[in-house]
């Protein structure tokens, strides 16, 4: 494998959030692009990295409470893993790079919490 070719180490795939997406929506992706290695870890391939882009993280609705689900489980998820939802043991993530893009709030968009947002090196485009 050649050094310079960085093809060959990343895999690449991309979310898109709306305002009907659920936290099993953005869970049945994770678990469909990573690979298994063990009961509780999952991650790309072996000898490679995985980079998930989340187009628009600030669309999915609020729930009662004020929150957005779907952004608090890629929160969870950069911070190490989750739990599973129907046998509860945690799911380790490893040797995945989320890139996230959102644009103001207003017209549908929501604020999204400085929990999330600490993770991430903001950039400003007009």
């Known amino acids: 494998m050649n050094p310079t070719d960085k093809e060959e180490w990343y895999n690449f795939a991309t979310v898109n959030f709306s305002a ?24 790309p391939p072996i000898n490679k990295r995985m980079i ?23 929160r969870q998820t950069i911070e190490g ?9 945690f799911i380790n993530i490893i040797d995945t790079t989320f890139v996230a893009c959102c644009a103001p709030p207003g ?5 999204v ?9 903001m950039i400003w485009q007009p």
């Open 20 to 43: 009907q997406t659920s936290t099993f929506n953005f869970y049945d992706v994770m678990m469909e692009k990573l690979d298994k290695r063990k009961k509780t870890l999952y991650g």
């Open 107 to 111: 017209g549908g968009r929501n604020a």
């Open 52 to 74: 998930i882009f989340v187009d628009d993280v600030n669309m999915p609705a609020l729930d009662r409470y004020g929150s957005q689900p779907p952004v608090e489980l890629l």
């Open 113 to 121: 919490s400085q929990r999330l947002f600490r993770h991430f090196n």
């Open 81 to 89: 893993g989750f739990y599973e939802n129907k046998k509860f043991y």
